[in-house]
């Protein structure tokens, strides 16, 4: 079973900048979708932003524009360019690679890392 690890979340100032890590690890066969996903406290968990292998790109209505995804599929990482950040933006951040075998497709989470965005 794979791994999947983040890295990079802290606390900010409204307006900073932050950039977010992912790797997979472990058994992880043919990626072929990474992406970020968020949860603010005692909210849902939504889409920041997801790559697909093709170049396919969605993000978020709230991040677009100051968010920007980049994936390094040799190195099985994804990173997350955070920019003008909110308070709103204050949530658990999570990544999440999707890999297949055939037609076993499989989804694996990090156990996220918080980005606070505060004074």
């Known amino acids: 079973q794979g791994h999947v690890a983040e890295s990079g979340g802290g606390l900010v100032q409204p307006g900073g900048s932050l950039r977010l890590s992912c790797i997979a690890s472990g058994t992880i066969f043919t990626i072929y979708e990474m992406g970020w996903y968020r949860q603010p406290l005692g909210k849902q968990r939504e889409l920041v932003a997801r790559v697909t292998r093709g170049g396919s790109t969605i993000y978020g209505a709230s991040v677009r524009g100051r968010f920007a995804i980049s994936p390094d599929y040799a190195k099985r990482m994804v990173y997350l360019e955070i920019n003008s950040l909110k308070p709103e933006d204050t949530a658990v951040y999570y990544c999440?690679?999707?890999?297949?075998?055939?037609?076993?497709?499989?989804?694996?989470w990090g156990q996220g890392t918080q980005v606070t965005v505060s004074p």
């Open positions: 999440n690679v999707r890999d297949r075998l055939g037609e076993s497709e499989y989804s694996q």
